[in-house]
C-alpha cells in the first residue's frame, strides 16, 4: 500500500528484505502482472519497440516488413533471457 512505500522509502532509498538490494522510491512502481517475470518482459518490449518503431508502410513489401517483425521479436527474447540471467545472479 502508499503508505507502506512512504515508510520503507522515507529517505528516498530503502532495501529490499529478502535480497537486501538497494531500491529508490523514484524506480518504484505497482506491479501489474502477478508474475515479475512477465513484468520484466513486457517493460523490456516497451523499451525495444521505442528504437524499433517502423511502420508496414516504411518498408517496400510484406515480407520486408515481417522480416524486421522478427528480428525485433528475436531481440526482445535476447534481452528477457539476458535480464532474468542477471536476476538470478542478483539472487544468488
Not at 12 to 23: A, R
Request: with cysteine.
Amino acid at each position: 500500500c502508499e503508505n507502506c512505500v512512504e515508510l520503507k522509502f522515507s529517505k528516498g532509498v530503502g532495501y529490499c528484505p529478502t535480497c537486501k538490494i538497494e531500491l529508490k522510491k523514484s524506480g518504484f512502481r505497482y506491479q501489474i502482472f502477478e508474475d515479475p517475470y512477465i513484468e520484466l518482459e513486457t517493460d523490456i518490449r516497451k523499451a525495444i519497440l521505442k528504437d524499433f518503431n517502423r511502420k508496414e508502410q516504411d518498408f517496400t513489401s510484406p515480407d520486408a516488413y515481417n522480416d524486421y517483425l522478427e528480428m525485433v521479436e528475436t531481440y526482445s527474447k535476447i534481452f528477457v533471457i539476458f535480464q532474468n540471467m542477471l536476476l538470478h545472479r542478483m539472487m544468488q
